[in-house]
């Protein structure tokens, strides 16, 4: 069947409320994802060193972040819950994975030992998930079916970051340096680089989590939904 439009989707319901009161949830979802990308190359660059964990740009980043949730947070609340479910539960993941890519830069103090392999192989692989996402979203609002591909993309890589820890757990004894935070760091900090994987495998499941809803917005506009999820009932004709 050929796939049917969004915005052939969205002329043929009846909106109960008026043009101009309708949220734009592509718009809304698209910044949060955007936000996600942006905020997974800031800790990119702080990791290699590039980029300070304290920076003006961060802080700007995480004020944006904040502003966005909020924003959102109060259109969602303002509208009938009645086939909300994945909306609200779209944004919290992308919201979530946000605030975690945000404590793994923080949690980046000068005089840590550097980052092992494993936590760049796992963020190139948290980084590939939200771009797929992104992606996913844009091919959505078009109306393409290869949004359910992106979707895939997200899906795995909670898996794939499964398999990347085998290469902690094989770290070689000469390299365990690279497992524990320098002598006299504060206890709450003993964790490097384990909170590190551990906030990266929770980015993971977060997009996952995503990718699963994205793909079943994308199967149900392929089949030509007239109660497409990604608009909620309130939205739509009985």
Same mark, same amino acid.
Request: hydrophobic share 45%.
């Given at each position: 069947?050929?796939?049917?439009?969004?915005?052939?989707?969205?002329?043929?319901? $009846?909106?109960?409320?008026?043009?101009?009161?309708?949220?734009?949830?592509?718009?809304?979802?698209?910044?949060?994802? $955007?936000?996600?990308?942006?905020?997974?190359?800031?800790?990119?660059?702080?990791?290699?060193?590039?980029?300070?964990?304290?920076?003006?740009?961060?802080?700007?980043?995480?004020?944006?972040?904040?502003?966005?949730?909020?924003?959102?947070?109060?259109?969602?609340?303002?509208?009938?819950?009645?086939?909300?479910?994945?909306?609200?539960?779209?944004?919290?993941?992308?919201?979530?994975?946000?605030?975690?890519?945000?404590?793994?830069?923080?949690?980046?103090?000068?005089?840590?030992?550097?980052?092992?392999?494993?936590?760049?192989?796992?963020?190139?692989?948290?980084?590939?998930?939200?771009?797929?996402?992104?992606?996913?979203?844009?091919?959505?609002?078009?109306?393409?079916?290869?949004?359910?591909?992106?979707?895939?993309?997200?899906?795995?890589?909670?898996?794939?970051?499964?398999?990347?820890?085998?290469?902690?757990?094989?770290?070689?004894?000469?390299?365990? $340096?690279?497992?524990?935070?320098?002598?006299?760091?504060?206890?709450?900090?003993?964790?490097?680089?384990?909170?590190?994987?551990?906030?990266?495998?929770?980015?993971?499941?977060?997009?996952?989590?995503?990718?699963?809803?994205?793909?079943?917005?994308?199967?149900?506009?392929?089949?030509?939904?007239?109660?497409?999820?990604?608009?909620?009932?309130?939205?739509?004709?009985?």
């Amino acid at each position: 069947m050929t796939p049917i439009a969004v915005s052939q989707v969205v002329r043929r319901v $009846r909106p109960l409320v008026s043009a101009a009161e309708a949220p734009d949830f592509f718009v809304m979802i698209d910044q949060q994802a $955007r936000m996600v990308v942006n905020l997974a190359r800031v800790l990119a660059e702080v990791l290699q060193g590039k980029e300070s964990a304290h920076s003006l740009r961060l802080l700007e980043m995480e004020q944006r972040r904040e502003e966005l949730q909020r924003r959102n947070q109060a259109v969602v609340d303002s509208l009938p819950q009645a086939g909300m479910g994945e909306m609200h539960s779209t944004m919290d993941a992308l919201d979530r994975a946000a605030v975690l890519l945000i404590r793994a830069a923080r949690d980046c103090h000068p005089g840590w030992s550097a980052p092992d392999a494993a936590a760049f192989q796992m963020l190139a692989v948290i980084q590939k998930a939200i771009e797929s996402l992104q992606n996913g979203y844009a091919r959505l609002a078009n109306g393409s079916p290869a949004a359910e591909y992106d979707a895939d993309a997200a899906i795995v890589s909670q898996s794939a970051l499964a398999s990347g820890k085998t290469l902690v757990r094989g770290v070689p004894a000469t390299e365990e $340096r690279f497992l524990a935070p320098s002598q006299g760091m504060s206890p709450a900090h003993a964790c490097w680089p384990y909170g590190l994987h551990e906030n990266l495998n929770k980015i993971a499941h977060e997009l996952s989590g995503a990718g699963v809803i994205l793909k079943s917005w994308s199967r149900q506009l392929s089949a030509g939904s007239r109660g497409f999820a990604l608009f909620p009932q309130q939205f739509v004709a009985s």
